[in-house]
Nanobody, 127 residues
């Protein structure tokens, strides 16, 4: 049984940083990709970052290099370091594991049934 449990969300001022964590069980990078999506109030899911077994990471073009995804193989924990946060980064962030995770934005209803998703963690950015 695959389980993904996110933590680390919260509220931060613009320009601040947060680190999201995702404890993964039942799925490793040998099985496929891991990544982070964020859901907008309009119910659009944007792939924020993903990482594969070879360690290659992919990011949304909107991030301008401010986010970093990493994976600790010893604990099978996925991380998302978010720096210089802007107001538009506020969303619910989901940890996802799937055979392949591709960059892009889709209606959440179109992709939530694929792969494995965590319960989500809220990120708020406001003064």
């Amino acid at each position: 049984q695959v389980q993904l449990v996110e933590s680390g969300g919260g509220s931060v001022q613009p320009g601040g940083s947060l680190r999201l964590s995702c404890a993964v069980s039942g799925f490793t990078l040998r099985d496929g990709d891991m990544g982070w999506y964020r859901k907008s109030p309009e119910n659009q899911c944007e792939m924020v970052a993903s990482i594969g077994e070879d360690g290659r990471a992919f990011y949304s073009n909107s991030l301008e290099g401010r986010f970093t995804i990493s994976h600790d193989s010893a604990t099978n924990t996925l991380y998302l370091q978010m720096n210089s946060l802007k107001a538009e980064a506020a969303a619910v962030y989901f940890c996802v594991a799937d055979h392949t995770i591709s960059p892009g934005t889709w209606p959440c209803g179109a992709i939530e049934g694929f792969g494995y998703w965590g319960q989500g963690t809220q990120v708020n950015v406001f003064s």
